[in-house]
Structures are given as C-alpha cells and as structure tokens.
C-alpha cells in the first residue's frame, strides 16, 4: 500500500495540474457515480490526509479516494496515451492544458467539503500535516503509548494512531529506533518514535527517489526494507524477514536481528 509520501506527491502532482482550472472533462466510472458530470466545476485545491485524497471543487464538493494496494494517478497531456488499460480507469479529470487519470482507484466518494471529517476523522494526526504542532505530536505519542503490551511495528500501522506510515517506513522507523518490529511498545521511546515518523516522512515528501539511510546509491537507499539479500549497512550482519500481524493486517516485517534487540 502506498506511504504517506506517495499519497502527498500524488495529491501535489494533481494540485500542480488542476487547481484553478476549469474542468472540460469530468467522468467519473464508478457504479455510484457514474451518472455525476464534475464538467464545467473548478478545481480549487487537493488536500491529503494519511493515505486519503480530496480533490475540492466549487460549490463545496470534494472527491475523496484512497490508492490502496495499486491505486494511482496519471498527469499528462489532453490527447496523450493513457498509461493503462481503459477498463483500469477510474476518473478522468481534464481541461485544455491537462488531464488527469485515476487508475484503479479505491473507495470513491463525493460529498461535501465541509463533511470530509466524515471519512477522516477516525485517523490519528497526519504526518505530513503542514500545520503541524506540538499538540499533533502529544496526541500521536499518547496513542501510540496507550496499549504498552501491543506491538510496536503493528502500531505503527495503525492509521488511528498517526496517519501516513505504510511498510516501508514501520520496518525503518523501528531500525532507526534499534528495537525489534515485536518489541511491546513498553519497550520504546514513544516521543522518538513519532518525532522519526515524522521527519523520515518530510524528508521523502518532496522526493521522487525514496531514502531513509540518506544515500541515493541504488540498493544503499533503505536500511533493512526489502534489503534480506544484502548485509546490514551498520553492522554488516544478515537482513532477516518474518511475517506480522494476522489476517488482512499480515505484513512481511525486515529487520537486523543484530541492531535491533529483541
């Protein structure tokens, strides 16, 4: 499922593309929304939530979306090769400089701008929240901390506690922290945990090429994700991978069995 980061440089990649503009083209290919013409709306802005995009129209409307596992948007030019098949195609936005394709989009809404807590109030803080305060991090830490028995790489999924980090960004959250995916969260510094959440997101926000070890040398970019043919770049030692969580919350976890106590 696609990171915080991703679903950010998604919603400003549409911003850059929509906002101010007037839509020629407004199609919506969704069973419930089929019979919806977003033509002749304006784009007024997309905001991001965690892993949520509102695209926010005039007359207090929004399309709200989630990527999921392998949802996606395509900007390019009206006329263009679309980048997927049509039967993938979602929702097409477009005016005369742009257009904008939603590829196998999930969770597809319209309602009022106003009532978009409605979908997102449940989440903890957002991560990539621009108006970021003290008081986002108090609540995120106080959830975080408030099952002390749970796992902490299976909170750090939880989207109730802080929104935004996916599997990528747990297994190297708790790397940088030196602890085990499957330590209790007794065990960890809550306030470190979020303040790492945070800054490894920000610091990806903007960027194309995902790193949390600050390398941009291919294979040298990520700690331990994904990384179990390779040798820990701290300690040289093995990259191990095990299963956590259970059900539809069943996630490959990777981590150094050396830096990461146990």
Not at 60 to 86: E, I, K, Q, Y
Not at 107 to 116: F, R, V, Y
Request: a positive charge; proline letters at 4%; charged letters at 25%.
């Amino acid at each position: 499922m696609p990171e915080g980061d991703t679903v950010y440089q998604a919603g400003r990649k549409l911003t850059q593309a929509l906002a101010g503009h007037v839509l020629t083209r407004g199609e919506l290919r969704h069973p419930r929304l089929s019979t919806t013409d977003l033509a002749d709306r304006t784009v007024l802005n997309v905001r991001t939530v965690g892993k949520h995009i509102f695209i926010r129209f005039d007359r207090d409307l929004s399309l709200h979306n989630h990527l999921r596992m392998d949802g996606s948007w395509h900007v390019h030019r009206p006329g263009a090769r679309w980048r997927a098949p049509a039967y993938h195609v979602r929702a097409i936005l477009a005016h005369k400089a742009a257009e904008a394709i939603g590829v196998r989009l999930h969770d597809m809404a319209l309602l009022a701008t106003d009532k978009e807590s409605t979908l997102v109030g449940h989440l903890g803080p957002d991560l990539l929240d621009p108006s970021w305060t003290d008081e986002h991090a108090e609540r995120a830490e106080r959830a975080l901390a408030a099952d002390p028995a749970r796992e902490i790489g299976e909170a750090l999924l939880d989207q109730r506690v802080m929104a935004g980090i996916g599997n990528v960004y747990k297994a190297e959250v708790c790397f940088m922290l030196g602890v085990s995916p499957w330590a209790p969260v007794s065990e960890v510094d809550v306030s470190r945990a979020v303040s790492l959440s945070r800054e490894v997101l920000l610091r990806n926000a903007l960027n194309s090429r995902r790193s949390t070890t600050g390398s941009t040398v291919h294979g040298r970019e990520l700690w331990v994700y994904g990384q179990a043919r390779r040798g820990c770049l701290k300690c040289g030692g093995r990259i191990m991978a095990a299963g956590q969580g259970s059900g539809v919350e069943a996630r490959t976890t990777w981590y150094c069995p050396v830096c990461q106590r146990r």
